[in-house]
């Protein structure tokens, strides 16, 4: 138990001093601020009520402590990034030298209280098990916002580092939830080599497709006038990567972890061991897949009604850039996960064995 404690917390700290030096290296340094907590007393509104999205300027009085300040929103018609305050609404703003910077609404504490119910509820019905689980999240929070973001935009490789960056958090989280053996050793590789095939096939499907590399999000436009100089197609094959590595690692262990019992408990072969593999594969690919298609298609909902309402033919549909990236990230995942199953059948029949 102890041993387990120091290596937890030198992963830990090492996690985090690569994180401070990626900090101090990276352009992306915002200001310093403290989060208060205040009310909107007053609102003044220039803008179409009569419009569903709102586009002006709203003046608004916010009281924090004994003073109130007085700022400018400014309202673009974007439902995304816009934020319309009431009169007596609670508000947390960011404060830097008596000035507010922004302020936000309580989204953000309703947004944390449901991040701190997870957890507990993870650490409740794990028990052990799932404070390794909140660990593991803890080095794959570091490892996205403190250190591959970071990297990007101070000019690392997008799809490298996402690779790269995958490998890290496969071999934390296997390690850290399955402890130091082969079962999670037979894991991450496997993983690994599913998470590489999904990037092969993404890169592979940009090229074929010559997608416009923007097209992904609606922010890579945005990214890309910010001054920022990220190569778009690697940053999507980052993202398909990223995005099929929890479905990869959930089959990966789970097979892993049958055939681990199973080795233990009786005596088998290679190929008996493979077939097993494969059974219970088998079992788990028809809800693993339909779980990242419903996921993507989740997403395009909004996009799809709005082209049913038109209808649009399929073809014309399938031809736009952002579908045809969603379709390209659900394919890439799912073909990913499914040769994950004989990959960790293969790894484990040798290890096991």
Request: charged share 15%.
């Amino acid at each position: 138990m102890k041993k387990e404690v120091l290596i937890h917390a030198v992963v830990l700290s090492s996690l985090l001093v690569l994180a401070f030096l990626t900090y101090q290296t990276s352009p992306y340094k915002p200001p310093q601020y403290k989060l208060t907590i205040g009310r909107i007393v007053k609102t003044s509104d220039d803008i179409d009520y009569n419009a569903p999205i709102k586009i002006g300027c709203q003046r608004v009085w916010v009281k924090v402590g004994s003073k109130i300040y007085e700022f400018d929103n400014v309202l673009r018609g974007n439902w995304m990034l816009d934020e319309y305050f009431y009169c007596k609404e609670p508000v947390i703003p960011l404060m830097s030298k008596n000035n507010i910077l922004y302020t936000a609404s309580t989204k953000v504490l309703i947004e944390t209280a449901y991040i701190v119910l997870f957890l507990l509820a993870v650490v409740a019905v794990g028990g052990k098990l799932g404070v390794r689980t909140v660990l593991s999240l803890t080095y794959t929070t570091i490892l996205l916002f403190f250190i591959l973001y970071p990297a990007i935009l101070r000019g690392a490789d997008p799809l490298i580092s996402s690779i790269l960056t995958a490998i890290a958090i496969t071999f934390l989280t296997m390690f850290s939830v399955a402890g130091v053996n082969e079962k999670a050793l037979a894991a991450t590789l496997s993983s690994l080599l599913g998470v590489v095939t999904a990037a092969v096939l993404g890169y592979a499907g940009i090229v074929a497709m010559n997608l416009n590399p923007g097209g992904f999000s609606e922010f890579a436009q945005m990214l890309f006038f910010s001054g920022h100089f990220v190569d778009l197609s690697k940053l999507f094959c980052g993202v398909i990567v990223l995005a099929s590595l929890g479905a990869i690692m959930d089959v990966s262990i789970d097979i892993a972890s049958g055939l681990y019992e199973l080795s233990k408990n009786a005596r088998v072969d290679r190929e008996a061991l493979f077939r097993s593999g494969m059974n219970i594969g088998r079992d788990i690919i028809g809800t693993m897949a339909s779980t990242l298609v419903l996921v993507y298609a989740g997403t395009m909902a909004a996009a799809v009604l709005f082209f049913m309402a038109k209808r649009s033919p399929v073809g014309v549909i399938m031809d736009y850039n952002f579908i045809a990236c969603e379709v390209l990230l659900a394919m890439c995942g799912s073909i990913a996960l499914t040769l994950t199953i004989p990959f960790t059948a293969f790894v484990c029949s040798r290890l096991y064995a």
